[in-house]
């Protein structure tokens, strides 16, 4: 009998039967030891009868090894792998030890455990339960919350349960139980057979710790003069370290065997209790005593205090000497490496190498935090200084990896404490760049590798020079840009991206753009970093088209890679394409995927990052506080994608002093005026100038758009370009010119933008029947974009040319509009003919979540089934 239960009971019972139903579900029951979380989710096991039920219990001296929970979660269900895509299957194999195939992205494996739980699920409703989730190791937990916080319509329930400290779970719902008040803890000492006389004491030593109540009952019983210490933590730890002590010495000595092996693994414990001559009979004892429970091959602790407190009343020599058994009897090279740097006190350099062994295989398996622990634990155990450097650099190299930024700075600093080699330093100073990058610190990072950077290994400075040159671009640093290029050369690096960025830095676009150029066709065969180089040299050099064709294709690869934690990235660069190509609904179905991933990861950097992209939305359609507000949580080195958004709103809105000041102030000296986004918005602060009357403040940055511009070759470049210098100048010319090459595609806001101001300078020189031809055209694209203050001025000049009948029309609903982004996604891959299946893949969902979105979609639409999807326009 549960008691004061109503409201947790209510809670699992509600979140049960969703699953039943069809939806799924998680919770988190968070609270103090002993406050009845273990009962809880006793009860909801009993609840879901009939429901497949896995469970899982964290193990404190199991919380550094590499997905434990997971392989005890999943072990009985991995018959069930072959059901899954190939590399989310190889990478559960992997964590399960039954493939050695290397896992690239550390949050592949939730997005298996999320496709096995739904593949479970087919066959009906599933219940994962997750006991001491603070004790989790963190690749679990990664994991697990992963597919948590994906569930939708998967039939899957599940439950966390974990103390106060050591297990965040941002983004699920939390439920803490109560103490239990005083009639509630009476009835339960009744229970358990306490008179009455002794139960009010025991009561208010309790404070209501459900836990606490039945040790102290239990103990008063016995012995009615029983007294306990202060705090109820305390008293339930010294309780059963009583207890223990009462044991026979065996027997305590068999339970720190227990307590320190952890997993209740009975022959390996029975195997390491024969070097220390006890055997299976010694724990009699203790089962005796309800300490715990012994079956042919597991001991479990009735509660994990009991373990506790009989491996923390050990002396440290027992203790060693238990993990030196342990380490000993040990067939898992893993298990081994658990026990080995508790059995040592000193320096061993054999027992570090099996450290670093096992880091290596944690990594293989995408278990990063794991790695970055094992290589620090050989590091303490290394005797050679230099030795000990290098293994604190591959640990703070796994800690950013794992995500722990901080981490990673604190191990790269202790590792140059170790080492004042040069080569050593320059090997540690990437990982200190990418964590000072991470935690938005982009110029000191530039500048760290430029200063590390060493001729005595010229690939590694060659890359250093690469990456810093990357980071000093991003933080507006031209020196470090400039340094950057010239160092290359003396190392005989011929690198024409961070050439071409050097030149763009000196405002030498002419040797500058075709250096990107030829960037932009690298081999493809020069593997990832190459693409990537491609891709950011396409942005630079105002190629849309093939930028574009570059992100779709990296996000492909992410997708079928399960590559998640590159997949934000990805879409924020196809996003942006998207914006400028007029396609918003895309834009904002990317940015939304990403946003998703980015807060499912903790990638907190670009999450802030990506607010540029619905910013800029926001500003086209006139959403002043939403693009105010997303512009706002921009990070510092996205601030030029921020002014750029709210520049443009203030352009539309008629404060022109505002955008112009804005601009000018974010264009700087720096390289950033030269980026995508900073060079699109030359043209606004042109047009700020001129309708300000001033055109000396236009003609600066309309010369270096036109030089940009002329050199690049872009229609679209060159269209905005004669928009520019049309409107400094006031001659029709340009805008013809502008839009005859409009007409030959790209960007098609600043085409209605271009006819626009064409239309106005026609309805001013009194030729309205012209001027009314290509203000209706940019009508059609103001409306479709959902420009609204730019629709809104076309329609006033519309007015004034005379042209009352389309002024007056109202913007046609284009149907898209009623889906939400990821039904969006759904929908598009359906009408091309990918199965649910197929889409589930690519979109990292269940196969029951993408029907889920179908169905909503289809009366949306107006249509009942894929065929008639198919024969939908869904540009």
């Known amino acids: 009998m549960l008691y004061g239960r109503s409201t947790e009971l209510a809670a699992l019972e509600g979140l049960i039967a969703t699953a039943r139903s069809g939806r799924s579900g998680a919770l988190v029951l968070r609270g103090e030891a002993g406050i009845g979380k273990t009962a809880l989710l006793d009860r909801a096991a009993e609840v879901a009868s009939g429901m497949r039920v896995l469970r899982v219990t964290g193990i404190e001296p199991e919380a550094d090894l590499a997905f434990g929970g997971l392989v005890q979660l999943l072990w009985p269900v991995q018959d069930r792998l072959d059901a899954l895509p190939e590399p989310q299957a190889d990478a559960l194999r992997a964590v399960l030890g039954t493939g050695r195939t290397r896992t690239q992205d550390r ?49 899957v329930a599940m439950v966390f349960a974990t103390r106060e400290e050591g297990f965040v779970a941002p983004g699920l719902t939390e439920l803490r139980p109560t103490r239990l008040d005083t009639g509630d803890a009476a009835r339960l000492l009744a229970d358990v057979g306490l008179p009455p006389a002794l139960r009010e004491q025991v009561i208010a030593e309790s404070a209501g710790n459900p836990l606490a109540l039945l040790e102290f009952g239990a103990a008063r019983r016995d012995d009615p003069s029983k007294f306990t210490p202060v705090t109820v933590a305390d008293r339930v730890l010294s309780s059963y370290r009583a207890q223990i002590a009462r044991l026979p010495e065996k027997t305590r000595l068999a339970l720190l065997v227990a307590a320190a092996e952890g997993r209740g693994d009975l022959p390996l414990q029975l195997k390491a209790g024969r070097m220390l001559d006890v055997g299976v009979e010694d724990l009699e004892d203790a089962e005796r005593a309800d300490l715990i429970q012994v079956t042919e091959s597991t001991v479990i602790f ?17 203790r060693i000497a238990v993990h030196r058994a342990l380490a000993d009897a040990a067939d898992d090279p893993d298990c081994r490496a658990r026990h080995l740097p508790l059995a040592v006190t000193s320096p061993d350099d054999t027992v570090a190498a099996e450290l670093v062994a096992a880091a290596d295989r944690a990594a293989d398996r995408s278990a990063y935090a794991a790695a970055a622990l094992l290589h620090q634990q050989a590091a303490r155990l290394t005797p050679d200084r230099r030795a000990q450097a290098h293994r604190l650099g591959d640990a703070a190299a796994h800690a950013l990896n794992a995500g722990h930024a901080a981490q990673a700075a604190d191990l790269a600093e202790q590792a140059e404490r170790s080492t004042d080699e040069p080569k050593e330093l320059a090997r540690l100073a990437p990982v200190r760049a990418a964590v000072m990058f991470e935690l938005g610190d982009q110029r000191q990072a530039a500048r760290l590798l430029l200063e590390r950077a060493s001729s005595d290994d010229p690939a590694l400075g060659r890359d250093m020079l690469r990456t810093g040159a990357t980071y000093a671009w991003f933080a507006g640093d031209a020196d470090a840009v400039r340094e950057a290029a010239r160092r290359l050369r ?88 998207q914006v400028l190509a007029g396609a918003h609904r895309d834009a904002e179905a990317s940015v939304a995927e990403a946003m998703e991933i980015a807060r499912d990861t903790g990638l907190r950097q670009r999450a802030a990052w990506l607010n540029g992209v619905p910013a800029r939305i926001a500003a086209i359609e006139g959403d002043d506080g939403r693009c105010r507000s997303l512009a706002a949580d921009a990070p510092e080195a996205g601030r030029v994608a921020g002014e750029s958004a709210l520049s443009l709103l203030e352009l539309a809105q008629g404060d022109y002093e505002a955008a112009l000041n804005r601009l000018e102030a974010a264009a700087g000296p720096g390289p950033q005026r030269h980026t995508a986004m900073a060079m699109a918005a030359v043209a606004d602060q042109v047009e700020a100038a001129v309708r300000l009357g001033d055109r000396q403040r236009a003609e600066g940055p309309m010369r270096a758009f036109d030089a940009w511009a002329q050199v690049c070759g872009r229609p679209w470049a060159r269209a905005v370009a004669h928009r520019c210098r049309a409107l400094v100048d006031g001659q029709e010319e340009g805008y013809v010119l502008a839009v005859r090459l409009h007409e030959r595609g790209g960007r098609p806001f600043e085409r209605a933008r271009t006819e626009l101001l064409y239309g106005e300078w026609l309805r001013r020189a009194r030729r309205r029947s012209d001027a009314r031809g290509v203000l209706r055209s940019a009508l059609e694209v103001f409306e479709r974009l959902h420009a609204a203050p730019w629709a809104e001025r076309v329609r006033a000049e519309l007015r004034a040319a005379g042209d009352a009948t389309t002024a007056a029309r109202a913007t046609a609903e284009n149907v898209l509009d009623r889906l939400t982004p990821q039904e969006l996604q759904v929908v598009r891959l359906a009408a091309g003919g990918n199965s649910s299946r197929e889409i589930a893949a690519q979109l990292f969902l269940s196969r029951r979540t993408v029907e889920h979105h179908l169905y909503k979609a289809y009366p949306k639409l107006g249509v009942g089934s894929r065929r008639e999807l198919a024969r939908l326009d869904l540009t």
């Open 302 to 318: 009735r509660h994990p205090l009991i373990g506790t407190a009989a491996y923390q009343g050990a002396v440290l020599a027992r």
């Open 107 to 155: 949050f592949l494996t939730g997005l298996a455990v999320l496709t096995l739980l739904a593949d479970l699920a087919e066959q009906g409703p599933v219940l994962c339960l997750v006991d001491d989730a603070q004790w989790l190791d963190q690749a679990t937990a990664e994991a697990l919350l992963f597919a948590a916080r994906r569930l939708a319509a998967e039939q």
């Open 490 to 577: 003396t190392l005989g690096g011929t690198d024409p991206m961070v050439q071409g960025m050097a030149h763009l830095a000196e405002d030498d676009y002419a040797h500058g753009l075709p250096l990107l150029e030829r960037a932009v066709t690298a081999d493809p065969a020069g593997g990832d970093t190459a693409r990537a180089r491609a891709l950011h040299s396409a942005i630079l050099v105002g190629d849309d088209a093939t930028a574009m064709e570059l992100a779709a294709r990296e996000v492909a690869r992410c997708r079928a890679r399960g590559l998640i934690g590159a997949l934000p990235q990805a879409l924020h660069l196809l996003a942006e394409r």
